[in-house]
């Protein structure tokens, strides 16, 4: 049985994106065939055994801690997650090592993976430096976001293989100079396995939130300025014109909660918009039941221009209408008016003309939604995705096992 050690940022019991992601290509693999464990670095940062079981997976942790000016501090984070690493190849003996962004993780993976003889595969998920710029902890072109960047160019090079998750970060590496036949493809995915029928509304949580009868446009997830939702929240009193009756609801939290909330409250639209702050994990399906449909206000940026987001995929699984800016990100997943709805990015009166027309056409609904979740099963099902890892790993064991370098520069 082939042995796989995902190498990662942070992972399960967190909960995030990221580690939804992985959740899902470890239980995939392990069906598949293939054991697999994780090792997180010093950002998991909670507190826990060595190792700890969450969700039927298994990860190792990286104790400790780094300190010391900006980049020491990095290389000793590195040399620290290295040395980890090292422990548990030493005790489980895998056949790959699987690093995952941030390219932290790639250096520490790609340290053992040198010094033992393993084959290293490095997937990107986002360029780290944009993701920056996005949250609002750096600025484009500063000297981290140009080191990170080179470090990311620096484990790529000599991986044995590359993923990315999307075509837009794909594209980027090959006009960097990377070879395409050393980039292969791992789209976000959905374990369609985890989505049976959607819970009823609940007309009691409604009419506490205030939602009357709709419909409801909502978002749920972290409130980062790239999401756009100040754009959303300009887009409802210009939507109410039209439908008196939408309601929005924002489920979630984050950097830009005060500003959207005070933004809302000096709306027009003020008693349509409805907060509820962060939820319980087992309580989102309750407020997810409510919504009629998803709004991906994402505003332009290299970030969202280059990355495919996991939400959109979640929501046309679950039978959702998804309505989306219409930067890069969303166009790779969304086609226009067959599984979706697309307006242009940073526009208020787009996004609401936009949501006003789907609103007012429910005749499009249920084909739409049976359109969302027929590409989320045909491109998009972690347990059909999970052969192209299966490929990839196979093809980097038998370089390793022949004369020469094994693999390109």
Known sequence: MMRVLHVLDHSLPLHSGYTFRTRAILKAQAAAGLAVRGITGLRHGEPGPEVEEADGLMFHRTRGTASGPPAFREWREIARHAAALDRVCAEWQPDVLHAHSPALCGMAALRVARARGLPLVYEIRA??????????????????????????????????????????????????????????????????????????????????????????????????????????????????????????????????????????????????????????????????????????????SRLTELVTPLKPLEAMAQGKLVAASAVGGHRELLTDGVTGTLFAADDPAACAASLADLLADRARWDGLRANGRAHVRAHHDWSQNVGRYLSVYQAVLERRSQPGPGRAA
Request: proline fraction near 6%; charged fraction near 20%.
């Open 127 to 300: 360029f780290w430096e944009d993701a920056a710029v996005g949250n609002g902890t750096g600025r484009e072109g500063s000297l981290k976001y140009r080191l990170t960047r080179q470090l990311e160019n620096h484990v790529v090079a000599r991986a044995d293989a590359v993923f990315t998750i999307c075509a837009g970060l794909r594209g980027d590496l090959i006009g960097r100079g990377f070879a395409a036949d050393r980039i292969a493809l791992s789209p976000n995915g959905v374990d369609l396995s985890l989505f049976g029928d959607p819970p009823a509304p609940d007309p009691a949580l409604a009419a506490k939130l205030g939602l009357a009868a709709g419909p409801v446009i909502g978002f749920i997830g972290s409130f980062y300025d790239y999401e756009g939702l100040d754009v959303l929240i300009d887009a409802m009193s210009l939507l109410l014109a039209r439908q008196p009756s939408a309601r929005l609801l924002l489920v979630g939290g984050g950097p830009c909660d005060a500003a959207l909330r005070a933004r809302a409250a000096a709306s027009p639209a003020a008693s349509a918009i409805h907060f509820t702050g962060r939820v319980p994990h087992g309580e989102v399906e309750r407020y997810y039941a409510l919504m009629d449909v998803m709004a991906y206000p994402r505003k332009a």
